[in-house]
C-alpha cells in the first residue's frame, strides 16, 4: 500500500464521515477528518426518527428491502438496496458495540414505524435523539482514538492528483490560510443541500458544496431533482422550522386541517403514514387552499407520559413555544429534508473519478430510488462508509508513493464573489419557491436561467481563486434545477404539475457531467 493510499481525507463528520475515519483507522489506516464547522455540527445530530434495520424477529433484510424498493418508485439500484438492507444489521451491532445507547423495552432493541416500513424496524436512542446520541458516541471514539481531526476547514476544490489520489485545496471559512492536499484520497461526507433552500429542516452546514465541487473537478453527479421534502417541521412565524418527526405519526399521530379535519384519510388508504411526498404534496394542498401557513399535527391521543418519555426533543422543543403536545395541536408544513441524488458511486463508495469517495448523504448510491424512505440515510452511511473504508484499505500494488506533503500558498488569491448574502438568499427564495414540492416547466426555466447567470458571475475566473459559497450554492441549484428540468414526469420526490404521471420512458436516471473546456 503506498504511504498517500493509507492517509485518506475524509471531509465531513456526520455519521459517515466519523464511521468512515474510524473504520480506516482500525484497518491500519491514518485518516484526517477535515470539516467546516465544530466535529459535531452535521445534520446526523438532527435526525430524530431513527435507523433501519431488519432486526426485529418479524422481520428480515428481503422484506426491508421490499419496502425500500417499493417506496423508490421503480428507480432504486437493486444491488445498492440488497447490499444496504443485507449489511444493514451488522453495521447496527458495530454502533452497539462502540457504544450507542439504544433505547431498549424489557431489555431488547425497542423498534418503532416510520411511514411505509411494514414492520417495526426504527432503532432510536434517547427517545427522538437518535442522531445526537450516534454523533456524540462516534465523536467520543475519534476524539479518543487519537484520529487527525482538523475543524474550520473548508473544502474548496479537488483536482486529479498525479499518483491515484485526488489534490485537494481547503481554507479556513473566510477563504483564509490555503493548504493543498496532494494526492491522497479523499472520501467525500459532507452530507446534503437541504439548507440552500428557504424552508428547510437541516443545519445551516448542510449546503451541498460537495456535489459543487466534484461536479467541477468532471465527476459524475445524479438523481439532483429528487429532492425529499419533510411533511411536518414546526410552522410558527420567526421559530426554527424544527422537525416533527414522523416517528410520531408512527405512534398515532394524526393531522387536522384548520376545520379539524383529518384530511390524509381522503387521500392515500395508509392516510398520515401514506409516503413523504404525498402527505408533503397534501400538506401543501391544504396550506393552498386554507390560505394558513400551515396544517396541524395531532398527538394528543399518545398521552403526556408517552409523549415525553418517548419524543422528550420534540416535547420539550414546543414547551418552549408554549404548546404542550398532549393538550395542543402543533402546526406543521413541509420543508426541505434531503437530498437524494448526488455525486455517483458504485457499491464501494467509488465516484467516477480516480481517488475520490463519497458515503452519505453527498453520494448518489442508487439505494432511495425516487424516494427514500424514512430512517434509511443514517444507515446507509454506515453500510457504504464500510465498503468506502475496506476499498481503502485495499493494497494498491505498483502505484509509486508520493511524497506526504501539505502546502501552504500565500498571498491568497480570494473566493469569487464571497460574501454575497444577498445572492444566496435569492437562491434559497428560488429553490423553495420554484424548484419546491410542486414544479413546473415554466418555473424551472425562470429559476436555472437565473441560478445560471449567478453562477457565471461567481464562479472564480483568475488562475488560484477559490470557489466561495455563493459559486457552489449556484452550482448546485443549477445541477437541481436542470435535473427537475430534464425529468419530464412526476415520479417519487419530483413532482411537476404540468407532467403529473410517471411514464416508463423515464424510469431512468438524469446523470449530469461537466462538459469539458474546449482546449
Ligand atoms: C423523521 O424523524 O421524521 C426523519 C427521519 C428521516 O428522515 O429519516
Known amino acids: 500500500m503506498t504511504r498517500a493510499a493509507g492517509r485518506p481525507l475524509i471531509v465531513g463528520s456526520g455519521i459517515a464521515g466519523l464511521y468512515v475515519a474510524l473504520r480506516c483507522r482500525d484497518l491500519g489506516l491514518r485518516p484526517t477528518v477535515l470539516t467546516k464547522g465544530r466535529l459535531e455540527e452535521s445534520n446526523t445530530r438532527y435526525a430524530q426518527?431513527?435507523?433501519?434495520?431488519?432486526?426485529?424477529?418479524?422481520?428480515?433484510?428481503?422484506?426491508?428491502?421490499a419496502d425500500t424498493v417499493r417506496a423508490g418508485a421503480g428507480l432504486v439500484n437493486r444491488a445498492a438496496a440488497r447490499v444496504l438492507t443485507q449489511e444493514a444489521p451488522a453495521r447496527i451491532a458495530d454502533l452497539v458495540r462502540l457504544g450507542v445507547p439504544f433505547d431498549t423495552v424489557e431489555g431488547r432493541i425497542a423498534l418503532a414505524r416510520e411511514a411505509a416500513h411494514s414492520r417495526d424496524r426504527l432503532l432510536h436512542a434517547g427517545g427522538d435523539a437518535t442522531g445526537l446520541s450516534i454523533e456524540e458516541t462516534l465523536k467520543r471514539r475519534v476524539l479518543e482514538g487519537g484520529i487527525d481531526v482538523r475543524e474550520r476547514r473548508v473544502l474548496r476544490s479537488i483536482r486529479l492528483g498525479g499518483k491515484g489520489g485526488v489534490q485537494a485545496t481547503f481554507s479556513d471559512p473566510a477563504g483564509r490560510g490555503v493548504e493543498v492536499e496532494e494526492d491522497r484520497p479523499l472520501v467525500l461526507a459532507t452530507g446534503g443541500a437541504g439548507s440552500l433552500f428557504l424552508q428547510s429542516s437541516n443545519p445551516s452546514v448542510a449546503t451541498g458544496e460537495g456535489v459543487a465541487i466534484a461536479f467541477r473537478a468532471g465527476a459524475e453527479v445524479g438523481d439532483l431533482e429528487f429532492v425529499q421534502f419533510h411533511p411536518t417541521a414546526f410552522a410558527r412565524e420567526g421559530a426554527p422550522r424544527f422537525l416533527i418527526t414522523e416517528a410520531l405519526r408512527g405512534e398515532g399521530a394524526v393531522l387536522r386541517n384548520e376545520a379539524g379535519e383529518r384530511f390524509m384519510l381522503g387521500v392515500h388508504p395508509d392516510a398520515e403514514l401514506a409516503p413523504r411526498d404525498v402527505v408533503?404534496?397534501?400538506?401543501?394542498?391544504?396550506?393552498?387552499?386554507?390560505?394558513?401557513?400551515?396544517?396541524?399535527?395531532?398527538a394528543t391521543r399518545l398521552g403526556r407520559d408517552r409523549l415525553f418519555a418517548r419524543f422528550p426533543s420534540v416535547s420539550n422543543f414546543l414547551l418552549t413555544f408554549d404548546l404542550d403536545p398532549s393538550r395542543d395541536l402543533v402546526p406543521v408544513a413541509p420543508v426541505a429534508h434531503y437530498m437524494i441524488g448526488g455525486v455517483v458511486t458504485d457499491l464501494e463508495g467509488r465516484t467516477t473519478l480516480r481517488g475520490l469517495y463519497a458515503?452519505?448523504?453527498?453520494?448518489?448510491?442508487?439505494?432511495?430510488?425516487?424516494?427514500?424512505?424514512?430512517?434509511?440515510?443514517?444507515?446507509?452511511?454506515?453500510?457504504?462508509?464500510?465498503?468506502?473504508?475496506?476499498?481503502?484499505a485495499r493494497p494498491t500494488p505498483g502505484a509509486p508513493a508520493p511524497a506526504e506533503r501539505l502546502l501552504r500558498i500565500a498571498p491568497v488569491p480570494g473566493l469569487g464573489r464571497e460574501g454575497e448574502p444577498r445572492l444566496v438568499e435569492e437562491i434559497r427564495t428560488l429553490l423553495w419557491e420554484e424548484v419546491g414540492i410542486v414544479r413546473t416547466g415554466p418555473e424551472l426555466s425562470r429559476a436555472l436561467a437565473r441560478f445560471e447567470e449567478i453562477a457565471r458571475e461567481a464562479e472564480p475566473t483568475r488562475e488560484g481563486q477559490l470557489a466561495g459559497p455563493t459559486a457552489n450554492a449556484a452550482l448546485t441549484a443549477t445541477l437541481i434545477a436542470r435535473a427537475a428540468l430534464e425529468r419530464k414526469e412526476s415520479r417519487g420526490a419530483h413532482y411537476r404539475s404540468d407532467h403529473p404521471r410517471p411514464l416508463a420512458a423515464w424510469r431512468r436516471h438524469v446523470h449530469l457531467r461537466r462538459r469539458e473546456r474546449a482546449a
Open 359 to 392: 458515503a452519505g448523504e453527498v453520494a448518489a448510491t442508487g439505494v432511495h430510488g425516487a424516494n427514500r424512505l424514512g430512517s434509511n440515510s443514517l444507515i446507509e452511511g454506515l453500510v457504504f462508509g464500510e465498503r468506502v473504508a475496506r476499498q481503502l
Open 49 to 65: 426518527g431513527g435507523i433501519a434495520a431488519a432486526i426485529g424477529s418479524d422481520d428480515s433484510p428481503a422484506l426491508h428491502l
Open 280 to 298: 408533503a404534496r397534501a400538506i401543501t394542498g391544504e396550506i393552498a387552499r386554507s390560505g394558513q401557513s400551515h396544517v396541524y399535527l395531532d
